[in-house]
């Protein structure tokens, strides 16, 4: 039965039994937990930069450029957004490194494989639940 965190509620499963999933490498582990470190400096540094730039946009007398002041916030807002999301997963990932459940899928619980790990070290997901997950999104 899956466990839910009432901090997350991404939910917690166990691999199954049957499954004969290898550890992975020190080595390997080492550079992953440096690349999510890596990236979570990157952003961190990145939205309190783009933080400090932000204010209240400027009253412009020319409705056109009142428009563009705002498209910009927007835009900017968005990316932050999204960057905050990022640095959320690499957290995550981060985390589950600390609890011995890095690399395993939230959704299925099976091995997520180590050439997605290389390209995308704060995945959650393996492709196939990916899939699942962002189809079930696009319908609602």
Known sequence: MPHTSSSNRTRKMAA?????IQPRTSTHF???QRELNRLRAVLRRETM???MFMTEPELFPDPI???AAEHELDVALSVNILALEKLRRIEQAL????AHSY?????CAHEIPEARLKVQPDSLLC???LTL???EAARN
């Open 16 to 20: 199954p039994k049957h499954l004969n």
């Open 65 to 67: 450029d009142q428009a």
């Open 127 to 129: 492709v196939p639940c």
């Open 103 to 107: 690399g395993i899928c939230s959704r």
């Open 133 to 135: 997950v962002e189809q």
């Open 49 to 51: 930069i783009s933080h």
């Open 95 to 98: 985390t589950s490194m600390h």
């Open 30 to 32: 080492a550079d992953l």
